[in-house]
């Protein structure tokens, strides 16, 4: 008996708030964390030729 009782307890508690911490966690995500990734992929691929280029010298045609 004591499992059906914690299901419901679960179901009942994830009605207003859980929506509300899903919109925030995309928020999150959408606002913070994406634009964070992305200057570091372009910065890390931006160091990285830097660095390959101080070792090759720059590109000729």
């Known amino acids: 008996m004591q499992p059906q009782r914690e299901e ?18 995309f928020l999150f995500i959408t606002v913070v964390l994406f634009p964070i990734l992305s200057v570091m992929i372009v910065g890390g691929y931006g160091f ?8 090759t010298g720059p590109p000729v045609a």
């Open 48 to 55: 990285a030729v830097w660095i390959f280029q101080m070792f």
């Open 8 to 25: 419901r307890d679960l179901e009942a508690n994830t009605g207003q708030s859980g929506k509300r911490r899903e919109l925030i966690l």
